[in-house]
C-alpha cells in the first residue's frame, strides 16, 4: 500500500528528528513524507533539510503562518499546505504530529489492517507518555477514539467524509462521519506510539473555549454538550474546563457559526452518542 504523510511541524527542533527518524526505518517505507514546516523560528527547517538530503521520498513545505496556538484550524490549514503539493496516488493518507516515535513496524500493520478488512476506514496505534522513566499509556486515550495526533485514513473513506474539517474538532468529526459512511475504527493495541509532548500543555482559555464551539457546530446539543463538559471536567478534575466548555457551546450558539455536518449527519451523531451513553450506563 502507498502511504501519504503529511506532518505539520511548528518549533519541534527537538523532537522533529526523532519522528523522522521513527518513519525512515519503516520495514513499509511510505510513498513519501511532506513536512509543513509552519512558522517555525527554530531549527525545525534545517533538521528536516537534513533529512530530505538523505532520503528523496522527504518534501518540505516552509508556510507562513500565525504564532498564535488555535487547535484545529492551524493544524489543519498547516496539514492542507502540505496536501497541495502530496502525489495523490495514494492509498492511504496520514495526518502526523511531530513529536512521535513510532515502532519500526507502524506502518506495515496498518496496511495489513486495511487490507485484511476493505471497510475499515481508518487504524491507528495508542500513545504513550514518559512519566518517572516510564512509557505508559496516555489517560487521554480511548478504545474508541483514534487521536488526532496519529490519523490514518483509506483514500476513499477521507474523500467520503470531505477531508478535514478546518476546526477545532476535526478529529471527532471525522470519526463520527467515518461511522455515518458505514466505515469501520480500528485501533491496534500492539503498536505503542511514543508521544513526546503530553496533550494540551499548550492550550489557553480562548482554546479551551473551542472545545463547546466544537460541540456546538458538530450539532450534539446543549445536553449531550453539558454531559461531556460535565465528564471532561471531573477526568481533568476542573471546574475552570468545565465553565469554559459551556460558555464556548453558549457563545457558538449566540453567534451561529459554520456548522461542520448537515443536519442529518448531526442526528446520526446523537443518536450514536446517546447510544453509547445508554450501553454504558445500562
Not at 51 to 74: C, E
Not at 91 to 117: S, T
Request: aromatic residues 14%; contains cysteine; glycine residues 6%.
Amino acid at each position: 500500500m502507498k502511504f501519504c504523510i503529511i506532518i505539520p511541524a511548528h518549533n519541534e527542533e527537538d523532537s522533529i528528528g526523532l519522528t523522522l527518524d521513527s518513519l525512515v526505518k519503516q520495514s513499509l517505507l511510505p510513498q513519501e513524507i511532506i513536512v509543513v514546516n509552519d512558522n517555525s523560528t527554530d531549527k525545525t527547517k534545517e533538521i528536516v533539510e537534513g533529512f530530505q538530503q538523505q532520503y528523496n521520498f522527504i518534501k518540505l513545505v516552509n508556510n507562513t503562518s500565525s504564532n498564535l496556538h488555535l487547535p484545529g484550524t492551524k493544524i489543519i490549514n498547516a496539514f492542507y499546505k502540505g496536501y497541495e503539493i502530496a502525489n495523490k496516488d495514494f492509498d492511504v493518507i496520514c495526518k502526523f504530529d511531530a513529536d512521535l516515535i513510532f515502532p519500526l513496524n507502524y506502518l506495515e500493520q496498518l496496511a495489513f489492517h486495511f487490507k485484511k478488512d476493505e471497510t475499515i476506514g481508518m487504524v491507528a496505534g495508542y500513545c504513550y507518555i514518559e512519566k518517572n522513566n516510564q512509557w505508559i499509556l496516555e489517560n487521554l486515550t480511548r478504545d474508541d477514539h483514534i487521536r488526532g495526533a496519529l490519523k490514518a485514513y483509506t483514500k476513499s473513506c477521507f474523500q467520503a467524509i470531505g477531508k478535514l474539517k478546518k476546526s477545532m474538532g476535526w478529529d471527532t468529526t471525522d470519526e463520527l462521519l467515518a461511522k455515518f459512511y458505514n466505515y469501520k475504527i480500528l485501533l491496534d493495541k500492539s503498536l505503542h506510539v511514543k508521544h513526546l509532548k503530553p496533550t494540551g500543555i499548550s492550550y489557553n482559555k480562548s482554546a479551551k473555549h473551542l472545545q463547546g464551539e466544537a460541540m456546538y457546530k458538530m450539532r450534539y446539543g446543549f445536553l449531550l454538550t453539558l454531559l461531556t463538559a460535565f465528564k471532561m471536567g471531573l477526568k481533568k478534575k476542573s471546574f475552570t474546563y468545565f465553565y469554559n466548555f459551556i460558555i464556548g457551546y453558549i457563545k457558538a450558539f449566540l453567534n451561529k457559526p459554520e456548522q461542520l455536518v448537515s443536519q442529518e449527519q448531526g442526528k446520526f451523531i446523537r443518536n450514536l452518542r446517546w447510544k453509547g451513553i445508554k450501553e454504558k450506563l445500562f
